[in-house]
């Protein structure tokens, strides 16, 4: 989650002030991951693993 204001905050008026985004700012290179994050937000990084 990520807004350019640091004291945004959801209100009844404006309740997705605040919300989560996807991107495609992550990589894989040589068995490691590598992930650009905006500065003061809130993240989550999901990986998935083939099913054998």
Do not use: Y
Not at 17 to 24: E, K, T
Request: proline share 8%; aromatic share 6%; glycine share 8%.
């Amino acid at each position: 989650m990520h807004n350019d204001d640091t004291k945004a905050v959801n209100t009844e008026d404006r309740p997705d002030n605040v919300c989560p985004v996807g991107g495609q700012c992550g990589r894989i290179d040589s068995g490691k991951a590598s992930v650009n994050i905006l500065p003061l937000s809130w993240n989550v990084i999901r990986f998935f693993l083939p099913r054998s």
